[in-house]
């Protein structure tokens, strides 16, 4: 094997091996047949998924973003083994966006699986999607201190 070719196995394998040590991140979600891990209603509407990826790289799915909070804030996993939490972009059905980058809408114009009536979106989608829907705009630290304050 040629000293040339013999650098780009190895460029391969390094950049292989680099990809495998990245951050652990959303994992697709089997619409229909996964559970939600808080409340366990099978997860189906694309807009309003959510996902929480420990630091060991464990995924929990959840059927709404006001599931995830409400799992954040009581559920068995602690905020110190949080690695990122992700909620769909409610204008780009399936799309999981971090959870801290997102805004959130809390409205009644749309019907939400369990109800917390929580839509996410970009940060600079937030103002438009207000405009259009109505409801009270928050960031993710307020809407896990709502669920704080529920439980």
Same mark, same amino acid.
């Given at each position: 094997?040629? $000293?040339?070719?013999?650098?780009?196995?190895?460029?391969?394998?390094?950049?292989?091996?680099?990809? &495998?040590?990245?951050?652990?991140?959303?994992?697709?979600?089997?619409?229909?047949?996964?559970?939600?891990?808080?409340?366990?209603?099978?997860?189906?509407?694309?807009?309003?998924?959510?996902?929480?990826?420990? %630091?060991?790289?464990?995924?929990?799915?959840?059927?709404?973003?006001?599931?995830?909070?409400?799992?954040?804030?009581?559920?068995?996993?602690?905020?110190?083994?949080?690695?990122?939490?992700?909620?769909?972009?409610? $204008?780009?059905?399936?799309?999981?966006?971090?959870?801290?980058?997102?805004?959130?809408?809390?409205?009644?114009?749309? %019907?939400?699986?369990?109800?917390?009536?929580?839509?996410?979106?970009? %940060?600079?989608?937030?103002?438009?999607?207000?405009?259009?829907?109505?409801?009270?705009?928050?960031?993710?630290?307020?809407?896990?201190?709502? &669920? %704080?304050?529920?439980?």
């Amino acid at each position: 094997m040629s $000293r040339l070719r013999l650098h780009h196995h190895a460029a391969a394998l390094l950049g292989a091996a680099a990809l &495998a040590c990245g951050t652990p991140g959303p994992t697709p979600i089997a619409w229909g047949v996964a559970a939600c891990d808080h409340c366990h209603m099978t997860i189906v509407d694309q807009r309003f998924a959510a996902e929480l990826v420990t %630091r060991t790289g464990k995924v929990y799915a959840f059927d709404d973003a006001g599931c995830l909070a409400a799992f954040a804030v009581s559920g068995p996993v602690g905020p110190e083994q949080v690695r990122s939490a992700w909620v769909t972009d409610f $204008r780009q059905a399936g799309t999981l966006i971090p959870a801290q980058d997102a805004i959130f809408l809390r409205t009644d114009a749309v %019907r939400t699986p369990m109800s917390s009536n929580l839509l996410a979106a970009p %940060r600079a989608a937030g103002d438009s999607l207000q405009a259009a829907l109505g409801g009270t705009l928050l960031d993710w630290s307020q809407v896990l201190a709502a &669920a %704080r304050d529920s439980a």
